[in-house]
């Protein structure tokens, strides 16, 4: 297993330095709340390294997967297995190296030392972070309260490669995929999420990929940790309004 997880983020490295530039890069770690300045090395080949080491030892590898799809959805990206884990060797932080900083709305958590004004461990609303001190870690999380960041971005991850996979017409597959990336933004606000944007945004995706509606209603109707009831709420009235007509 060890030497298989090697082998993955070997794989997951080459895509994303073939894929991005080191601009996109920079992006990408924007998007993921993570500093890119802190990254070691001076070359992409590095920095990439580095940024997939600091996402896996804080298991937010799924996060990047469900962020790259949407950026490069023509490429076939490796998932996450359920029971991955870096080897020995990489899983323990380098304490003469530069650690991955965490910068959310004004707060930085970096190595032991913490700054900013909404910066606490446990769950906060409005800042998610992770802090890193050599053996020891923390997490603090910007998603609604009650809401799972990591389960919730494996189920859309699964959602993302059934749109990617579909037989339908690119232009289908490109506005479902406008609409999943709007319900993905949605379930990230936890109980908060806007019921008619999600109805509204579940109806194109049924509309327009069925397959895929097929695969959303039953993915939203089981229980998801973190995900907001108002999504069961909708699968289930789509399942109703399937057995009606």
Not at 20 to 34: H, S
Not at 70 to 99: G, I
Request: proline share 4%.
């Amino acid at each position: 297993m060890p030497a298989e997880n090697a082998n993955y983020l070997t794989e997951l490295h080459k895509l994303l330095n073939q894929h991005f530039d080191l601009a996109e890069i920079r992006t990408l770690c924007f998007q993921l709340n993570v500093d890119y300045e802190s990254l070691a090395g001076e070359e992409k080949p590095s920095q990439i390294r580095e940024l997939l080491l600091g996402l896996a030892r804080n298991d937010r590898l799924p996060e990047l997967i469900t962020k790259v799809q949407q950026e490069r959805p023509n490429v076939a990206w490796p998932y996450v297995s359920q029971d991955f884990q870096l080897p020995a060797s990489l899983a323990a932080d380098n304490p003469t190296s530069p650690r991955v900083a965490y910068n959310y709305y004004g707060d930085m958590v970096q190595g032991d030392k913490v700054g900013g004004d909404k910066i606490s461990v446990g769950d906060i609303s409005g800042s998610r972070g992770i802090a890193i001190g050599h053996g020891a870690r923390a997490t603090v999380t910007n998603y609604q309260s009650g809401t799972d960041a990591e389960a919730i971005a494996a189920v859309f991850a699964k959602l993302y490669q059934a749109v990617s996979e579909s037989q339908a017409s690119a232009a289908q597959k490109a506005v479902a995929q406008q609409a999943l990336e709007k319900l993905d933004h949605e379930a990230k606000k936890g109980e908060s999420a806007d019921e008619a944007d999600i109805q509204q945004w579940f109806q194109v995706l049924v509309t327009m990929l069925p397959d895929i509606g097929e695969v959303a209603i039953d993915t939203f109707l089981n229980p998801i940790k973190g995900l907001s009831t108002v999504f069961r709420k909708i699968a289930a009235k789509a399942r109703e309004q399937q057995q009606d007509s």
